[in-house]
């Protein structure tokens, strides 16, 4: 009986308003198993969850950062890096760390003293940095993310000691303490050391070797999305490109019943976003044939032929020309040639599907003369 009901189950689309593909999706989902249909509806399994409906989603890296925020994150070669290239990154989730560290003598500290720090990062990803005392004012328009021309003065009074040099933008502006130790031989040490991880110190303090007098400090992720990581010569950046979420078939919900037909109509009534099947409000017509495949191979319930690996080929298209494609989600599909890119080895084929031309981007070895 159950081979029986698979046979006899054929896939059906339902168009839906842009952007409502998924709210669909789960309002038929709720409704399949309030009404106790599971057996009429063909389910998958995908990301660890069954599903009734299939919306084909593919993801794509963009480099735009969101709400204004940067999705850059410099990283000072003092800190271990947590995370690698390509790596999948939530928000939250830390991108560095730097250890704590102690005290390699007995000291006393003779001086503290407050400084703003402005690292200006030029063009080429070299840093200068500036060390201003609190009693000199920074002008407003210095801002961390803005980009600074030569000439330009840090200070509201202009002294030229605090003017700029080089082109670049701000890469940091922070309060740092400038701590100098007498130690027991009488010898003078001094750090600078940001004051959001420095432990409390003040003059006249004694210390041992081994006392920790800067805190661990941690980078964490503003965003998720994917790892990026470029190294120069006064650290690291690490950019976290966002990951979009892009349906492929944009207004359709896919299914595979073998429900009757006012059934099938009654399951999809009135849900908001959702507009009717694909044939008329109340005739659902079946999608069969390599139609079918695409939404299959590109939901990834089943897998798309590829092409053996061949050394680089001769471009033996026109734009204009009819060619078959034979390779990927598309296979079986002919479309005429739109554009050719010779350095990237792609043609551009327009191809129609669902009546609609969809132009697809495909690697010479994944098409053949008709």
């Given at each position: ?30 409704r ?71 005290l ?70 922070d ?19 940001p ?86 409000r ?36 026109d ?6 494609i ?20 792609e ?19 994944g098409?053949?003369?008709?």
């Amino acid at each position: 009986m159950g081979s029986k009901w698979l046979i006899m189950k054929k896939w059906y689309a339902i168009q839906t308003y842009a952007g409502s593909e998924l709210k669909v999706k789960e309002e038929i989902e709720r409704r399949i198993k309030n009404r106790g249909l599971e057996d009429n509806v063909e389910s998958f399994k995908q990301n660890g969850k069954r599903q009734y409906c299939v919306v084909p989603i593919e993801e794509v890296i963009t480099s735009r950062s969101r709400r204004g925020k940067s999705n850059e994150y410099r990283i000072p070669y003092s800190y271990d890096l947590l995370v690698e290239p390509n790596q999948r990154l939530s928000r939250g989730e830390p991108i560095a760390r730097k250890q704590p560290k102690h005290l390699d003598w007995d000291c006393m500290v003779s001086e503290v003293e407050t400084l703003q720090r402005v690292i200006v990062e030029m063009t080429n990803r070299t840093e200068e940095t500036y060390l201003i005392p609190t009693e000199k004012r920074i002008r407003r328009d210095i801002r961390k993310g803005e980009k600074i021309r030569s000439g330009v003065p840090l200070t509201s009074d202009k002294e030229e000691k605090f003017v700029v040099n080089v082109k670049g933008k701000i890469a940091l502006r922070d309060r740092v303490k400038r701590i100098e130790f007498i130690l027991e031989d009488g010898s003078e040490e001094e750090k600078i050391i940001p004051e959001h991880y420095l432990v409390k110190v003040k003059e006249g303090d004694e210390f041992e070797e081994g006392d920790r007098i800067e805190k661990e400090d941690v980078i964490d992720s503003r965003s998720s999305g994917m790892v990026k990581v470029k190294e120069y010569k006064d650290k690291r950046v690490v950019t976290v490109q966002p990951v979009e979420k892009r349906r492929l078939f944009p207004g359709y919900v896919f299914m595979k019943m073998d429900l009757p037909e006012e059934e099938m109509i009654d399951l999809v009534d009135d849900i908001r976003g959702a507009v009717r099947f694909v044939g008329s409000r109340y005739h659902p017509i079946p999608i069969r044939g390599k139609e079918m495949k695409v939404v299959k191979r590109l939901a990834g319930l089943i897998e798309a032929p590829t092409a053996p690996s061949s050394p680089r080929i001769e471009v033996d298209f026109d734009v204009g020309e009819v060619v078959e494609i034979v390779e990927g989600p598309f296979a079986d599909f002919t479309g005429e040639i739109t554009a050719i890119d010779k350095e990237a080895e792609e043609v551009t084929v327009n191809v129609k599907i669902f009546g609609r031309e969809t132009p697809v981007d495909i690697g010479f070895e994944g098409i053949e003369k008709i």
